[in-house]
Nanobody, 127 residues
Framework: QVQLVESGGGLVQAGGSLRLSCAAS????????VGWFRQAPGKERQFVAG????????YYADSVKGRFTISRDNAKNTDYLQMNSLEPEDTAVYYC????????????????????WGQGTQVTVSS
């Protein structure tokens, strides 16, 4: 089992920044990739960004490219999502998820390719 705990959410004005953290514990050697997803009220969960643990290669949804940056601290088993130039449309509950698979292309977007999920952290962007 892998446990994931997100933190760093909150309320921010449009144009502001937040950094989310995803701390992993348990059988973390099993992990191959971590993704961030978000879910706004009444909408489906959508992929935001992902990172491969072996070489820290990254993958982003078009909607956040240039504004969000995913990174990893191997020593801390923690992944980060730096969110800049936030927009009201970014308001959602943000989840991190871990996969034991090597993810490619559209696989990043598929929540079914992830095996463990955190509890989520709320991000609210006011206009």
């Amino acid at each position: 089992q892998v446990q994931l705990v997100e933190s760093g959410g909150g309320l921010v004005q449009a144009g502001g920044s937040l950094r989310l953290s995803c701390a992993a514990s348990g059988r973390t050697l099993w992990n191959r990739a971590v993704g961030w997803f978000r879910q706004a009220p009444g909408k489906e969960r959508q992929f935001v960004a992902g990172i491969t643990w072996s070489d820290s290669s990254t993958y982003y949804a078009d909607s956040v490219k240039g504004r969000f940056t995913i990174s990893r601290d191997n020593a801390k088993n923690t992944d980060y999502l730096q969110m800049n130039s936030l927009e009201p449309e970014d308001t959602a509950v943000y989840y991190c998820a871990a996969s034991g698979r090597a993810l490619y292309g559209r696989m990043w977007y598929n929540s079914g390719d992830y095996d463990f999920w955190g509890q989520g952290t709320q991000v609210t962007v006011s206009s």
